[in-house]
């Protein structure tokens, strides 16, 4: 399945932190979202292949996504901030619209101390 | 901000109750998804649907989408604890899913 490192990461207000995503072999597609505690999650970005084709308004300049060859995926997030504590889920697909089908991992759990 | 809103939010029943579980949006989408989402986990697909008015059965589930295509239902019988989870709507549009805000269901034994 699609496999996020780490589950959990507790850092402090201000230092930068990593998420790594790796997708189901062959899926082209790739997903980020954000979740917080018993609400649906909001879209973040989205890959096909090494593109990153999409971004929300919520990625402020503070985030960045990369998918160097269309593998593995990162999310970085510099100066983190309280507001940024969230599960981070990341998705992949094999890019079969409108049959479109999310595999997610379980997510990275960030607090921001 | 969400371009799906579910009713209700929050759902607490007892086993054998029926509910229906409600995902409105004014935006058309080409597609809508139900998952299932368990406490420390991804969301899991539960059903895809595709056209206006399209219904799919799934054992005691059961998946409506809208004549529009902004909205869809779905309507669980005979609910089982092993029905608990958020239930969470996703509609397609463009190269995005957009996820509805949850209804968190607790099915009491």
């Known amino acids: 399945g699609v496999s996020q490192t780490p589950s959990n990461k507790v850092t402090e207000k201000g230092k930068y932190v990593e998420l790594r995503c790796d997708p189901i072999s062959g899926h082209t597609a790739l997903y980020w979202y954000r979740q917080s505690l018993g609400q649906g999650p909001e879209f973040l970005t989205y890959f096909q292949n090494e593109a990153q084709l999409e971004k929300s308004r919520l990625l402020s300049d503070r985030f960045s996504a990369e998918r160097p060859k269309g593998s593995f995926s990162t999310l970085e997030i510099q100066r983190t901030e309280q507001g940024d504590s969230a599960m981070y889920l990341c998705?992949?697909?094999?890019?079969?619209?409108?049959?479109?089908?999310?595999?997610f991992g379980s997510g990275t759990q960030l607090s921001v101390l | 901000t969400q371009l799906l809103e579910q009713s209700p939010q929050f759902l607490s029943i007892q086993e054998g109750e029926n509910l229906t579980v409600y995902c409105n949006s004014s935006?058309?989408?080409?597609?809508l998804q139900w998952y299932r989402q368990e406490p420390g986990e991804g969301p899991v697909l539960l059903v895809t649907?595709?056209?206006?008015?399209e219904v799919k059965k799934l054992k005691r589930l059961t998946f409506q989408f809208g004549d529009a295509r902004k909205d869809s239902s779905l309507h669980i019988t005979a609910a089982q604890p092993g029905d608990t989870g958020l239930y969470l709507c996703a509609g397609a549009t463009g190269n995005q899913f957009y996820f509805g805000t949850g209804t968190s269901l607790t099915v009491i034994p």
């Open positions: 649907v595709v056209t206006g008015g």
């Open positions: 935006s058309v989408f080409s597609s």
């Open positions: 998705a992949s697909s094999l890019g079969y619209w409108p049959n479109e089908k999310l595999f």
